[in-house]
T-cell receptor, first 112, second 112 residues
Framework: QKEVEQNSGPLSVPEGAIASLNCTYS??????FFWYRQYSGKSPELIMSIYSNGDKEDGRFTAQLNKASQYVSLLIRDSQPSDSATYLCAVEGSGGYNKLIFGAGTRLAVHP | EAGVAQSPRYKIIEKRQSVAFWCNPI?????LYWYQQILGQGPKLLIQFQNNGVVDDSQLPKDRFSAERLKGVDSTLKIQPAKLEDSAVYLC??????????FGPGTRLTVT
């Protein structure tokens, strides 16, 4: 079992719709969770962090965390073509020292 | 605030040659990370420094890879000798203590 799993996609949504990206992780002791956006040929860019169960909203982005189910998600409201990118889920390992384990990413395509 | 700087941006070498990458983290960030990202995969941590001490190098192929962080600021990652499977993007990231990580633009290495 992979430590951090994401559906590779592509996830295709129309402009203006809600995009829902999902991530599951295997380390029950993980405490910190991050979403990075990576455009083709570019480096990952941090867009959200979440540390406690529930929802965290930042503009059009909402991160959701359920530690009991070992599940974290990212919702993008009013999706724009500029949101088309690969979204990487990263989970801090329970061993400490802020070591992040990344999923392989989900490719999102927003079409006009 | 200036971001993480990396050089070179691109490098092409033949197998068995050596190569070195340089990283300058965000000012004041104590923790520095080197990641390897193979096409279609998420970043994989190679080595993590806290100031100028190594925190984690469990996934660093020590027979060919080496890294140092002098004076707790800049860092270099070296590969000697390179193999075909080392073709990847090498990403440097930094964080203030153990919080969110911010990535540099990366170095794309092609080994022929």
């Amino acid at each position: 079992q992979k430590e951090v799993e994401q559906n590779s996609g592509p996830l295709s949504v129309p402009e203006g719709a809600i995009a829902s990206l999902n991530c599951t992780y295997s380390d029950r002791g993980s405490q910190s969770f991050f979403w990075y956006r990576q455009y083709s040929g570019k480096s990952p860019e941090l867009i959200m962090s979440i540390y406690s169960n529930g929802d965290k909203e930042d503009g059009r982005f909402t991160a959701q965390l359920n530690k009991a189910s070992q599940y974290v998600s990212l919702l993008i409201r009013d999706s724009q073509p500029s949101d088309s990118a690969t979204y990487l889920c990263a989970v801090e390992g329970s061993g400490g020292y802020n070591k992040l384990i990344f999923g392989a990413g989900t490719r999102l395509a927003v079409h006009p | 605030e200036a971001g993480v700087a990396q050089s070179p941006r691109y490098k092409i070498i033949e197998k068995r040659q050596s190569v070195a990458f340089w990283c300058n983290p965000i000012s004041g960030h104590a923790t520095l990370y080197w990641y390897q990202q193979i096409l279609g995969q998420g970043p994989k941590l190679l080595i993590q420094f806290q100031n100028n001490g190594v925190v984690d190098d469990s996934q660093l192929p020590k027979d060919r890879f080496s890294a140092e962080r002098l004076k707790g600021v800049d860092s270099t990652l070296k590969i000697q000798p390179a193999k075909l499977e080392d073709s990847a993007v090498y990403l440097c990231a930094s964080s203030p203590e153990f919080y969110e990580q911010y990535f540099g633009p990366g170095t794309r290495l092609t080994v022929t």
